[in-house]
């Protein structure tokens, strides 16, 4: 029996095209025997990080949300990013370490399934709902939202564990060479799949193993 085809998912809860491609991939493990394995690549952790590499906060958005309009233009669905939503939003463009926390406290309780429910419903309330998923109030409540327990969500945010998690997979992420995300790496070649559309990626995954479709 062949084993699934394992692929690493490497991502930030505030990429705009990590939103595109976990779409994508949730069909496509509809389709083939994959094993996807999430791990959180934080771009940027702090509000300190967020101006050395962008400026003012105000610069940040206007920069960012034009990355937004050429992302909602490749989307398979861009009614679901709004632009103008975030544009309107009465708080600094969140940088990704308290969402990656919480994917990884969600992993920590319910394993992988559970990061990319919380994942896609972090970037959900990001991309879709203008929420400020630097706040860990709004983390608590998307967490109770895909059904974890509140207490033992907040208790995992805070463990030691779970940052440490956080901070391995970032430093992973720069000894394989990743400096952008979404990155696909099959494991256990470390071939990097392309980003692409979903047929693109569909005919990329196939070749690597030589699977076809189980539908």
């Given at each position: 029996?062949?084993?699934?085809?394992?692929?690493?998912?490497?991502?930030?809860?505030?990429?705009?095209?990590?939103?595109?491609?976990?779409?994508?991939?949730?069909?496509?493990?509809?389709?083939f025997d994959l094993d996807i394995r999430h791990r959180t690549f934080v771009l940027q952790a702090s509000?300190?990080?967020?101006?050395?590499?962008?400026?003012?906060?105000?610069?940040?958005?206007?920069?960012?949300?034009?990355?937004?309009?050429?992302?909602?233009?490749?989307?398979?669905?861009?009614?679901?990013?709004?632009?103008?939503?975030?544009?309107?939003?009465?708080?600094?463009?969140?940088?990704?370490?308290?969402?990656?926390?919480?994917?990884?406290?969600?992993?920590?309780?319910?394993?992988?399934?559970?990061?990319?429910?919380?994942?896609?419903?972090?970037?959900?309330?990001?991309?879709?709902?203008?929420?400020?998923?630097?706040?860990?109030?709004?983390?608590?409540?998307?967490?109770?939202?895909?059904?974890?327990?509140?207490?033992?969500?907040?208790?995992?945010?805070?463990?030691?564990?779970?940052?440490?998690?956080?901070?391995?997979?970032?430093?992973?992420?720069?000894?394989?060479?990743?400096?952008?995300?979404?990155?696909?790496?099959?494991?256990?070649?470390?071939?990097?799949?392309?980003?692409?559309?979903?047929?693109?990626l569909r005919a990329q995954i196939r070749a690597s193993a030589g699977l076809i479709p189980h539908y």
């Amino acid at each position: 029996m062949r084993a699934p085809l394992e692929i690493h998912f490497y991502h930030d809860a505030v990429c705009c095209w990590c939103f595109n491609i976990s779409a994508r991939l949730r069909r496509l493990a509809g389709e083939f025997d994959l094993d996807i394995r999430h791990r959180t690549f934080v771009l940027q952790a702090s509000r300190a990080e967020m101006a050395a590499r962008w400026g003012r906060p105000e610069q940040a958005r206007a920069t960012i949300l034009g990355h937004w309009a050429t992302c909602r233009a490749a989307s398979d669905h861009p009614e679901r990013i709004d632009i103008a939503a975030m544009r309107r939003a009465g708080f600094d463009y969140p940088h990704g370490w308290n969402a990656a926390l919480a994917c990884k406290a969600a992993e920590r309780l319910g394993g992988q399934a559970a990061h990319w429910d919380m994942f896609d419903r972090v970037q959900t309330a990001h991309l879709s709902e203008a929420r400020n998923i630097a706040d860990p109030a709004v983390l608590a409540d998307l967490a109770r939202e895909v059904g974890l327990n509140a207490q033992a969500f907040e208790e995992a945010s805070a463990a030691a564990e779970v940052a440490g998690a956080v901070d391995r997979d970032r430093r992973q992420a720069w000894m394989l060479g990743i400096r952008s995300i979404p990155a696909l790496i099959l494991q256990p070649t470390g071939t990097r799949l392309e980003n692409g559309s979903i047929e693109e990626l569909r005919a990329q995954i196939r070749a690597s193993a030589g699977l076809i479709p189980h539908y």
